[in-house]
């Protein structure tokens, strides 16, 4: 709210679920959309409805899990349309948090569960 002179934010795409949601729906804007595309904290959270109700705002569920085949290719070639120039570029950039060697899943899978991460874990393959 600070970084937006109290005007709160228009989108967010939330990765974490649960626990975030009251707070996220504090955070939108006058018509703001929350995105909810993960739910890695859990998939139950409280919200103050009249918070939604007087921001206007619009929560919007995604997932794969439902989508046909063909739903998730069109998905796949409208990304590509129109983000892939801008990875080409530069402008865009995946954010990196760590990578570990593929012999060293088990330490990836147990730094991923530690939820200290900020970006991507990667393996790699020698």
Request: with cysteine.
């Amino acid at each position: 709210m600070a970084a937006t002179e109290k005007r709160g934010v228009d989108v967010i795409v939330d990765n974490v679920g649960g626990p975030m949601l009251a707070d996220n729906i504090r955070a939108l804007a006058i018509k703001g959309r929350l995105v909810s595309v993960g739910r890695n904290a859990g998939n139950v959270g409280e919200c103050d409805l009249d918070q939604v109700a007087l921001k206007r705002a619009s929560i919007i569920g995604v997932t794969f899990r439902t989508r046909t085949a063909q739903e998730s290719f069109m998905c796949s070639e409208r990304f590509a349309a129109a983000c892939l120039d801008g990875f080409r570029s530069g402008a865009l950039a995946p954010v990196l948090d760590r990578t570990f060697p593929f012999d060293k899943i088990a330490d990836a899978h147990a730094y991923m569960l530690s939820d200290a991460q900020v970006g991507k874990i990667v393996l790699t393959i020698d």
